[in-house]
């Protein structure tokens, strides 16, 4: 069921806040127990004064008795009227932030100054920042890389972002040709080959692009005026199209195609280097592998991203509390 937590409503935390004489005291509603830690890091990092106490959504007991799976997301909107600053939410932005001037849940968190949002499509796609997966790779193997991850995932977002447009257009309209899950289908993997992937991807996208050119033609101008529309916020631009699509399967993509093969090939070179060192032992490499973990798991915690994101969700965060 839900934490016990979840029963407390924004009047309760205001007012356990004044009774017990903690100010600082803040209940964050968050969308799952797996997203706790990321706004944790956060927004502790962005008021080490608070005292932030986490109710992640999971399920929720009916009158009935029964339990019944929610959309946390959907149930922080639908409360958030009611927020104040001992009590606030804190949601991944998916398609809502783009979309805010035409759908009402991106309306409603845009509007709401006790709303978090983390304006990328999800805290995946935070993770997954280019200017912060060299010194990942470096971080995990002790051994800098030569790829470029900011000239790849420029590449990538290029090549999806027509894709982009048409999937955020068709979603405005509650089409589901194209849906947010979609994404799975276009951001492929290939023999854990970056540049084959890219390929793959490449004609994934073009094929479905024209596919929807096709099907609909009645639609093209007013995508296109939609499209005007979305250029014109300031984070979101061709360049950077992979911040805006579904967070899991950019993860997966990148963990496959790209990441995992990088280290694996940083780490043999830096096992090389040891085992021709004047000073090789058997024991400092036995060290080095032990520290060795999971890619997938550690890119979860790449908590290094910065940026024009992370100024506006600092901004948001100094709208309730003053973080100078």
């Known amino acids: 069921m839900a934490t016990l937590e979840s029963a407390y409503n924004p009047q309760y935390s205001e007012n356990a806040s004044i009774l017990t004489g903690d100010s600082d005291r803040v209940t964050v509603e968050v ?17 080490p004064q608070k005292n932030f106490h986490f109710d992640p959504y999971r399920t929720v007991l009916k009158e009935d008795g029964t339990e019944q799976r929610v959309s946390g997301k959907s149930r922080i909107i639908e409360s958030a009227k009611t927020f104040n600053q001992w009590h606030i939410g804190c949601v991944d932005s998916d398609y809502d932030w783009l979309l805010s001037d035409y759908i009402r849940d991106g309306n409603a968190i845009t ?20 200017n912060t997966l060299g010194d990942f790779c470096q971080n995990m193997t002790e051994e800098a890389t030569e790829f470029d991850f900011i000239d790849y995932i420029t590449r990538l977002s290029q090549i999806i972002y027509p894709l982009l447009i048409w999937s955020v257009y ?38 479905k692009v024209e596919e929807l050119d096709k099907d609909f033609v009645s639609d093209i101008e007013e995508k296109d005026r939609m499209e005007v529309k979305l250029t014109e916020k300031k984070l979101f631009n061709r360049n950077d199209a ?25 780490r ?21 592998q032990a520290k060795q973990k999971s ?6 915690k790449n908590y290094l991203y910065k940026g024009d994101i992370y100024d506006s969700i600092s901004r948001d965060v100094s709208a309730i509390w003053k973080t100078d």
Not at 242 to 265: A, E, K, Q, T, W
Not at 295 to 300: D, F, P
């Open 170 to 207: 068709l979603y405005s309209q509650d089409k589901k040709t194209f849906s947010p899950t979609s994404w799975r289908n276009i951001l492929v993997n290939a023999e854990k080959d970056a540049e084959k992937s890219l390929a793959l991807i490449a004609e994934n996208t073009r094929t």
């Open 31 to 47: 969308e799952d127990s797996i997203d706790a830690e990321f706004w944790h890091g956060l927004l502790s990092g962005l008021c």
């Open 295 to 300: 890619v997938r798991k550690l890119l979860a």
């Open 268 to 288: 043999e070179q830096h096992y090389e280097k040891q085992r021709e060192s004047d000073n090789y032992h058997k024991s400092a490499l036995r060290e080095y």
């Open 111 to 130: 509007d709401n100054k006790y709303l978090i949002q983390t304006y990328a499509y999800s805290i995946e796609n935070l993770m997954c920042m280019s």
């Open 242 to 266: 992979y911040l805006f699509v579904r967070g899991h399967d950019l993860y997966d993509h990148l963990v496959n195609s790209v990441i995992s093969p990088i280290i694996m090939h940083l």
